[in-house]
């Protein structure tokens, strides 16, 4: 009889993606655009950040504490911005 195929067939060879290099500034924006609240979140939690730190320099531990809690909030809305993100091109990847 003949005999079978010994292994997969030849494939031609393909030309490996060309990427081009981007500066930091190129791929800020392009992230930025793919996914705005995150810049969003960092300014508002760093924007807190700086406030709270202020008052507590002042010697107002009230405002400073809520200022400290609010931080977190940002930080947490930053964090669930860059993982619904991530969500979001996982998803658009897969169609």
Request: charged share 20%; glycine share 10%; proline share 9%.
């Amino acid at each position: 009889g003949a005999a079978g195929p010994t292994g997969p067939p030849e494939l031609p060879p393909e030309l490996p993606p060309v990427f081009r290099d981007e500066s930091f500034s190129e791929k800020f924006l392009r992230k930025t655009r793919e996914n705005p609240l995150v810049p969003l979140g960092c300014l508002c939690t760093a924007a807190v950040l700086a406030w709270g730190l202020v008052s507590f320099k002042k010697g107002d531990v009230q405002r400073s504490q809520l200022l400290m809690r609010a931080r977190v909030v940002a930080q947490g809305f930053t964090v669930a911005a860059l993982l619904g993100g991530m969500a979001a091109a996982a998803a658009k990847a897969r169609q």
